[in-house]
């Protein structure tokens, strides 16, 4: 009885490791650039859970981000990807646990200095979203896709430097306060060939989830294929 106690506990502990992810390469215009290119990922791959912290701009403590020098030119209207692996190290085929599911977003903030804007405060507009659909999550479609997010960057941004903040979100624990397990970085872009026609209304990270959201405190397992889901966040930003 003891042994079978064990192996559950180190399966289930297993299976909680394996949620984690980050978000660790960029692909824009064609090019993947190499991992942490850009982007100030963390050398431990554990989500955030409280949604009131600063650290939900673009992650940080308990999950220690390294700054980035580099900035990534990305064209206005097109498709960028971003690349989300298990741990810094693994391949196309170790993303995340299918088990943990929920939605997918990508925000965006247009910033001074890219390099060294810390992302916390306003100016935040969401630019892409996946939540439920006949029985689908989208962090599985991430999954299935060999871990790329696709992200269409709006035509008719102003040119600049901006912060490219990509999240996954895990509800497998979303029954409880706190209990969804939030995963984002942050990519530091230059936006060009937009035509500046729009000015997005912006949002303040922390600010745009609560920890009641109907989207983060949720049973999952309750859910039937034709369940509706409520992404949270702010309103998707489309031109």
């Given at each position: 009885m003891?042994?079978s106690?064990?192996?559950v506990?180190?399966a289930a502990s297993a299976?909680?490791v394996?949620a984690?992810?980050?978000?660790?390469?960029?692909?824009?215009?064609?090019?993947t650039?190499?991992?942490?290119y850009a982007i100030?990922?963390?050398?431990?791959d554990?989500?955030?859970?409280?949604?009131?912290?600063k650290?939900m701009?673009?992650?940080?403590?308990?999950?220690?981000?390294t700054?980035s020098?580099?900035i990534?030119t990305?064209?206005a209207?097109s498709?960028?990807?971003?690349?989300?692996r298990?741990?810094?190290?693994s391949?196309?085929?170790?993303v995340?646990?299918?088990g943990?599911?929920g939605p997918?977003m990508?925000y965006?903030k247009k910033v001074?200095?890219?390099?060294?804007?810390?992302?916390v405060g306003?100016?935040?507009?969401?630019?892409?979203?996946?939540?439920?659909?006949?029985?689908?999550?989208?962090?599985?479609?991430?999954?299935?896709?060999?871990?790329?997010?696709v992200?269409?960057?709006?035509?008719c941004?102003t040119?600049?430097?901006?912060?490219?903040?990509?999240e996954?979100?895990?509800?497998?624990g979303?029954?409880s306060t706190?209990?969804?397990q939030?995963?984002?970085?942050?990519?530091?872009i230059?936006?060009t060939?937009?035509t500046?026609?729009?000015k997005?209304?912006?949002?303040?990270i922390?600010?745009?989830y609560?920890?009641?959201?109907p989207?983060l405190l949720?049973d999952?397992?309750?859910?039937?294929?034709?369940?509706?889901?409520v992404?949270?966040g702010?309103?998707?930003f489309t031109?």
């Amino acid at each position: 009885m003891k042994a079978s106690v064990i192996l559950v506990g180190i399966a289930a502990s297993a299976s909680a490791v394996s949620a984690h992810t980050i978000f660790t390469q960029l692909t824009a215009d064609g090019k993947t650039y190499g991992v942490s290119y850009a982007i100030r990922t963390p050398s431990y791959d554990g989500p955030q859970t409280d949604v009131t912290a600063k650290n939900m701009a673009c992650n940080g403590a308990p999950n220690p981000t390294t700054s980035s020098d580099k900035i990534i030119t990305v064209t206005a209207g097109s498709n960028v990807s971003a690349v989300w692996r298990h741990t810094l190290e693994s391949g196309p085929n170790d993303v995340m646990d299918p088990g943990h599911k929920g939605p997918v977003m990508a925000y965006l903030k247009k910033v001074t200095d890219a390099k060294t804007d810390s992302g916390v405060g306003d100016g935040w507009f969401k630019i892409q979203e996946g939540g439920y659909k006949n029985g689908q999550w989208a962090t599985n479609e991430v999954i299935n896709n060999k871990g790329n997010q696709v992200i269409n960057i709006p035509s008719c941004l102003t040119n600049g430097q901006y912060l490219l903040r990509a999240e996954m979100v895990a509800l497998h624990g979303a029954r409880s306060t706190n209990g969804a397990q939030l995963y984002m970085e942050c990519a530091q872009i230059e936006i060009t060939g937009g035509t500046g026609t729009a000015k997005p209304k912006t949002y303040s990270i922390p600010g745009i989830y609560k920890s009641n959201d109907p989207g983060l405190l949720i049973d999952i397992y309750s859910m039937k294929t034709t369940s509706n889901y409520v992404i949270p966040g702010p309103p998707l930003f489309t031109c």
